[in-house]
């Protein structure tokens, strides 16, 4: 099992940025692909982007796509989400989640989850 804590929300005017970090510790970061998701007040949880072990590989929700970056630091055992010119609707808790198998955009296929870091973009 891998612990996580997320940390770098806060309140942003729209446009701004953010970055996210997800510290990991427990089994062994580097070999484990990661994700994030978000929920807004009132909808459900949904597939915001997704890294796999090495970096090379990484996919978004449409969206993102263009304005979030996800990366890693396997010897900080860290994952970041950048977040540039972010609007209103990207207004949510955000939760990093490590991948155990299955789509990288379910989250069932996550099976370990941090308490979540609240970012308010407002207009």
């Known amino acids: 099992q891998v612990q996580l804590v997320e940390s770098g929300g806060g309140l942003v005017q729209a446009g701004g940025s953010l970055r996210l970090s997800c510290a990991a510790s427990?089994?062994?970061?580097?070999?484990?692909?990661m994700g994030w998701f978000r929920q807004a007040p009132g909808k459900e949880r949904e597939f915001v982007a997704f890294?796999?072990?090495?970096?090379?590989?990484?996919y978004y929700a449409d969206s993102v796509k263009g304005r979030f970056t996800i990366s890693r630091d396997n010897a900080k055992n860290t994952v970041y989400l950048q977040m540039n010119s972010l609007k209103p609707e990207d207004t949510a808790v955000y939760y990093c989640a490590a991948h155990y198998s299955g789509s990288y955009y379910v989250g069932s296929s996550f099976g370990s989850w941090g308490q979540g870091t609240q970012v308010t973009v407002s207009s």
């Open positions: 890294i796999n072990w090495t970096g090379a590989s990484t």
């Open positions: 427990g089994r062994t970061f580097s070999s484990g692909a």
